[in-house]
């Protein structure tokens, strides 16, 4: 008797290899992912506005990329003291408005460059609660704890999202014309106006990423939210918060991604530079000279190694403390 419900996937026929250049978008998923493959010195890049949860917000993300704007002083908003951007998460504000935009059109840019190259992109939708500023009527990506008054609270309809992600599939197609989509549904509750709440946003959104996969540019599903909500139903796999996925849960779902997106030979790079990796972030306590020794030679080997069969990896930083480490005496 199997007494879990196993969430199977498919192979993607469409696979990462190490060097592809792979674009993540949105909340939960997206981050998490994106993280556990930059760790590994994958080529990623990961919510080039910041962490989005809302398919407005994460739509304008990827919109602005494609339309090439370059964002003046009248795109911010001033508050407390700071300048912010409605379409950007708090890292891009600042008390220097030239300063703001500076980050901001600088991340534009890079983030154009890197979609027009990229091979995959992965769209994580967290919420259908949007935020609207009553001045202008815009959906924020983040209030910036300005006063709640300024803002109204709305839930999307299907077709909301699906009026614009629906014609953005055309002009990512017409950007990029090899990118493949893949979308994804958080398995993070949002739970500050109730569970009932939460369960019709989370409905919204999977009935619009429904209707999305119907688009002819054939996009994806990546069933995140599945895994947790049916095979891992056990706080075990949630953070403190129980809101959250632990480490231990989000690490499965990653490696049901591995198993679905990588390669075999992918598969096993990406294991062979995380050793190399989380060797140079691992604790030394007290350790002799000449064990200390044989210990960065072994990990130095490696890097010759995996260099030589894949130049484009880029060790610089582990090599420099290694050998630095081999040369240690005690």
């Known amino acids: 008797m199997i007494l879990r419900t196993l969430v199977k996937t498919d192979p993607s026929q469409d696979k990462i290899t190490y060097f592809t250049p792979v674009l993540f978008a949105g909340s939960c998923f997206a981050v998490e992912t994106g993280r556990r493959m930059a760790e590994a010195k994958m080529k990623v890049l990961i919510n080039p506005a910041g962490t989005m949860f809302n398919p407005v917000s994460v739509f304008n993300s990827i919109d602005l990329l494609l339309q090439g704007k370059s964002f003046t002083e009248k795109d911010l908003v001033f508050h407390d003291n700071l300048w912010h951007s409605f379409y950007h998460y708090t890292d891009f504000s600042s008390a220097d408005p030239g300063l703001a935009l500076s980050v901001i059109n600088r991340s534009l840019e890079n983030a154009r460059d890197f979609l027009r190259q990229a091979k995959f992109l992965f769209v994580t939708f967290g919420s259908a609660i949007v935020f609207r500023f009553k001045e202008t009527g815009m959906i924020v990506s983040n209030c910036h704890k300005m006063p709640s008054g300024l803002f109204s609270r709305e839930m999307l309809k299907v077709e909301d999202v699906t009026r614009l992600w629906l014609p953005l599939l055309d002009s990512l197609k017409s950007f990029n014309p090899g990118l493949k989509t893949v979308f994804t549904l958080s398995p993070v509750r949002?739970?500050?106006?109730?569970?009932?709440?939460?369960?019709?946003?989370?409905?919204?959104?999977?009935?619009?990423?429904?209707?999305?996969?119907?688009?002819?540019?054939?996009?994806?599903?990546?069933?995140?939210?599945?895994?947790?909500?049916?095979?891992?139903?056990?706080?075990?796999?949630?953070?403190?918060?129980?809101?959250?996925?632990?480490?231990?849960?989000?690490?499965?779902?990653?490696?049901?991604?591995?198993?679905?997106?990588?390669?075999?030979?992918?598969?096993?790079?990406?294991?062979?530079?995380?050793?190399?990796?989380?060797?140079?972030?691992?604790?030394?306590?007290?350790?002799?000279?000449?064990?200390?020794?044989?210990?960065?030679?072994?990990?130095?080997?490696?890097?010759?190694?995996?260099?030589?069969?894949?130049?484009?990896?880029?060790?610089?930083?582990?090599?420099?403390?290694?050998?630095?480490?081999?040369?240690?005496?005690?």
């Open 190 to 330: 949002y739970l500050a106006d109730g569970a009932h709440a939460n369960q019709v946003s989370k409905s919204v959104l999977t009935l619009a990423i429904e209707e999305i996969l119907s688009h002819q540019s054939a996009p994806g599903y990546f069933p995140a939210y599945e895994i947790f909500m049916d095979d891992l139903r056990d706080y075990r796999f949630y953070a403190d918060d129980m809101v959250h996925p632990s480490a231990a849960g989000a690490d499965y779902v990653f490696n049901i991604f591995r198993q679905t997106y990588f390669s075999d030979d992918t598969d096993k790079l990406y294991r062979e530079v995380l050793e190399v990796v989380r060797a140079r972030n691992h604790r030394i306590i007290s350790p002799s000279s000449q064990s200390l020794k044989i210990f960065a030679e072994s990990i130095l080997k490696k890097i010759g190694r995996l260099t030589e069969i894949n130049p484009g990896l880029d060790f610089e930083e582990e090599k420099t403390y290694f050998n630095s480490l081999g040369k240690q005496q005690y």
